[in-house]
């Protein structure tokens, strides 16, 4: 049973740059959500994605979009990215909004 | 807005010693609560989680937290650590008017053999 698969694992952009990171939820799983994990930190919701709709957003700017496709797949896009968009970004997936999240292995985005 | 503190950054202990970690959150209506550990190298997993019912939930690997509501407390135990516990551990609230996951900072700990 596949768990939550994120790629790529590493990317490395400059400023300026736009990036499309990808998620594939655990198997049986309809909700995605994204994280934002700068070094030394817990994790920062970005948003959450259910029924290819964006279901609620944190504190991000309008540079952070998603998708979700009909497979429950999705995609985090981070457009003219800045030095501080350097994070580790998480994917975590569960049957409904408030059920136990699981999550990938995460991207490292270096930003130059 | 909601948020999740957790008092210790940096936790070291010996092998066979008590394990209390400290996290309260700020919301003041109804909350799903959970502790996540990372280890080394690995993905985050679900160490525990409350809902409703009994306070004092227990989950894998001897861990157990319990559920305050009137300090908005979960507090994670283990009565004995062992090396494996050396990870990093979050803990984290849902509000479930908000449909939000909230982490908080996270506590590093390392176990001594």
């Known amino acids: 049973d596949a768990g939550v698969t994120q790629s790529p694992t590493h990317l490395i952009k400059t400023r300026g740059q736009q990036v499309t990171l990808r998620c594939s939820p655990k198997s049986g799983h309809d909700t995605v959500s994204w994280y934002q994990q700068a070094l030394g930190q817990g994790p920062q919701f970005i948003f959450q994605?259910?029924?290819?709709?964006?279901?609620q957003r944190g504190n991000f700017p309008d540079r952070f979009s998603g998708h979700q496709f009909p497979n429950y797949s999705s995609e985090l896009n981070v457009n003219a990215l800045l030095l501080g968009d350097s994070a580790l970004y998480l994917c975590?997936?569960?049957?409904?909004?408030?059920?136990?999240?699981?999550f990938g292995d995460g991207t490292r985005l270096s930003i130059l | 807005a909601q948020s999740v503190s957790q008092h210790n950054h940096h936790v070291i202990l010996s092998e066979a010693a008590s394990l209390e970690l400290g996290c309260n959150y700020s919301y003041g209506g109804t909350v799903n609560l959970f502790w996540y550990v990372q280890y080394p190298g690995q993905h985050l997993q679900l160490l525990l989680k409350?809902?409703?019912?009994?306070?004092l939930v227990k989950g894998i690997k001897g861990f157990e937290a319990e559920f305050i509501k009137s300090k908005f407390s979960f507090n994670l135990r283990k009565p004995s650590v062992q090396w494996s516990d050396t990870a990093e551990y979050f803990c984290a609230a849902y509000n479930n008017a908000g449909n939000m996951l909230t982490f908080g900072g996270g506590t590093r700990l390392m176990v001594k053999p």
């Open positions: 994605y259910y029924e290819e709709e964006e279901r």
């Open positions: 409350y809902f409703s019912g009994d306070p």
């Open positions: 975590a997936s569960s049957r409904t909004a408030n059920q136990p999240q699981h």
